[in-house]
């Protein structure tokens, strides 16, 4: 087999899922791109063009015009992607077929189990190979920071990571419980956009998550847990776009509070009469809101709440 030229690494810190996509273009030359593990997937159904999938007068008949946003394009994959139609046809059907099965798994929230996984690397053609590796102390940090001293170098890492060479008998889930609280990663070696898709989705499977659709934005993301409500990619509302999903939400709804807590005030002092009505009106909203806050719903109840639209809907027009 050729040597890789693709690597996706997860790791796992006290926690915190991240992953990196490297590709190698040469001994001393690499690209990098961060990404999130949870959302990587559920964003791939966002690249295709499912009106022209059958469209056989363009090169790249599954793909839409955005296609080079996704971070697995972004990299640039020639040999997989960019081929001419008739020598990447094939490419192309597992690539579609994959995104059809992955929008099913989403919409049933759920995942497959490994052994269906087994059959799926068949079908897709996947090669990859993989190796968990466990954070340890640098052995030469010492050294190193003994020659730093010296007017030598400081090292470039105070860790590394590295695979195990005994629990040969541990299960994986034994293996991980084993070494609980340590920090480790999973290393995979791809050759093809196949494998890449592939490495992620076995991370995701190994680990047991599910797909489920976000409270706010409405995009599906990978979770562990069905009872999580929210994605970690950033919120699509208006002016708290820095914030992610959760983060947001629980900001805008702080803000709708206190437009309530103005208008009842306000209300209550000129229109006591409008008050109830407000209320009752404010509550079906407030409703819609907690049951799903999305951002069709948040800005529902914010312009329900707007100074003017208060003015103009509640206040006695004798009294304007």
Request: glycine share 4%; with cysteine.
């Amino acid at each position: 087999m050729a040597e890789s030229k693709y690597r996706i690494i997860i790791t796992n810190e006290n926690g915190v899922i991240a992953g990196r996509f490297e590709r190698f273009v040469s001994e001393a030359s690499c690209f990098n791109i961060d990404f999130d593990p949870a959302t990587i997937l559920c964003d791939l159904p966002e690249t295709v063009d499912y009106e022209r999938h059958s469209d056989n007068e363009s090169e790249n008949y599954f793909l839409n015009a955005n296609y080079s946003e996704h971070p697995f394009f972004a990299i640039g994959l020639p040999e997989d992607i960019l081929y001419s139609r008739s020598q990447s046809q094939l490419h192309f059907s597992w690539f579609y077929d994959f995104i059809v099965e992955l929008k099913e798994l989403c919409e049933q929230s759920r995942n497959i189990s490994l052994s269906q996984f087994e059959v799926f690397k068949q079908y897709f053609d996947v090669r990859f190979t993989y190796k968990i590796e466990f954070q340890e102390v640098n052995p030469f940090y010492n050294e190193y920071e003994m020659d730093a001293m010296n007017g030598g170098l400081y090292p470039e890492c105070e860790f590394i990571y590295r695979g195990l060479e005994e629990n040969r008998d541990f299960t994986m889930t034994e293996m991980l419980d084993f070494h609980g609280g340590t920090p480790f990663r999973h290393n995979y070696s791809c050759h093809s956009l196949a494998d890449i898709i592939c490495a992620v989705w076995h991370y995701l499977i190994l680990h047991e998550y599910k797909f489920r659709k976000c409270n706010h934005c409405g995009k599906y993301f990978a979770t562990r847990t069905l009872k999580k409500q929210y994605c970690d990619r950033k919120s699509p509302y208006p002016a708290f776009e820095q914030h992610n999903c959760e983060q947001a939400v629980r900001n805008i709804k702080q803000k709708l509070a206190r437009r309530k807590k103005s208008a009842y005030t306000y209300l209550s002092n000129y229109y006591s009469g409008g008050v109830d009505l407000f209320l009752d009106k404010c509550a079906v909203l407030k409703d819609a809101v907690d049951r799903c806050s999305s951002a069709e719903n948040l800005r529902a109840l914010e312009a329900f709440l707007n100074k003017e639209s208060v003015r103009e809907e509640w206040y006695k027009v004798e009294y304007k």
